[in-house]
């Protein structure tokens, strides 16, 4: 599993994505983060009751449609009413245990064992010795490189299709587009999810180059829904070489950054209101030397 380091005392923390209902990580050792967790948890509690019902009815709406074309004793309908279970069960036993966690963190807590000036990350003190031009390069991870495996699947498998439709005997009339239908979808697929942000980056890969580096505090990070789909989004803030204090807002592209996280931002020294973090980019500064 990913782990980030807690900003207060330096420990590892396991973060907990998959089927995680309270999205905010804690430290059990100094304390950071429990209240946060633990209001983020309480808020979704909702989901604890309507998850359930909602799976209940999705699965006897299955169950009628299967009764009506008498298929209810087929066996593979019967393995289909355990998966609604375990799709309700376990984002239940993700809360449950979160919420074990936290109370069992109320009383191992010792808030004294956080660092008054926490040591600064490796990977942040080498890129404030790295010169500048930075070396920038594209990073494959996320949804990108799911993109990019569902592309490489779905091109195989529709060779293998175009290779049996393209077997003899071929008979006049067989010429069909038809086989070409998937690859033409992951092809626009790929190039909205992969070539559409690859451009869009652009305009950061000179503030990553050539911008100057800042150390910024997160001083909030919250999950927006948009439609279906959500996203995490913070809120910075870094002091400028003159001392000038700048405020902004990133969309984490990583889904591990937090509240008091220390975090990297390139800015533009005559518009500093003009800044990047990495975690909102696709671009990455390499720290190779080759």
């Known amino acids: 599993m990913p782990s980030i380091t807690c900003p207060h005392c330096g420990s590892p923390i396991t973060l907990r994505r998959a089927f995680n209902i309270g999205n905010k990580p804690f430290c059990s050792r100094c304390g950071w983060n429990l209240g946060r967790a633990q209001a983020s948890l309480e808020a979704r509690s909702s989901l604890v009751t309507f998850l359930p019902l909602g799976v209940i009815v999705l699965a006897g709406f299955f169950f009628f449609l299967a009764a009506r074309q008498g298929g209810a004793n087929n066996p593979v309908f019967l393995l289909v009413i355990p998966l609604f ?5 376990i984002p239940i036993a993700g809360y449950f245990s979160t ?34 031009p930075r ?19 779905i091109g195989i498998l529709n060779a293998v299709v175009f290779l049996t439709v393209s077997r003899p005997p071929h008979r006049p009339g067989n010429d069909s587009f038809a086989p070409f239908i998937p690859l033409l979808f992951v092809v626009i697929v790929f190039a909205a999810v992969v070539l559409i942000p690859f451009f869009r980056d652009r305009r950061n ?10 150390f910024a505090r997160v001083v909030s990070q919250r999950t927006v829904q948009q439609g279906k789909s959500s996203y995490s989004s913070i809120d910075y803030e870094f002091k400028t070489s003159s001392g000038l ?15 008091d996280m220390t975090i990297p931002v390139f800015y533009d020294p005559p518009n500093p209101d003009k800044s990047v973090t990495p975690c909102a980019t696709y671009l990455k500064v390499s720290t190779d030397p080759l």
Request: net charge positive; with cysteine; proline share 7%.
């Open 85 to 89: 279970a375990a799709f309700a069960c």
């Open 245 to 259: 204090k700048i405020r902004g807002t990133a969309r984490d592209l990583t889904n591990s950054v937090f509240e």
């Open 205 to 214: 890969r000179p503030l990553l180059r050539d911008g100057e580096l800042a």
């Open 135 to 153: 070396r920038v390069r594209f990073r494959f991870s996320g949804n990108v490189a799911g993109v990019i495996i569902a592309f490489a699947v």
């Open 99 to 132: 919420r074990k966690a936290i109370a069992a963190a109320k009383f191992t807590v010792n808030p004294d064992l956080a660092l008054a000036q926490p040591p600064l990350d490796p990977q942040l003190q080498m890129l404030q010795s790295m010169p500048r």
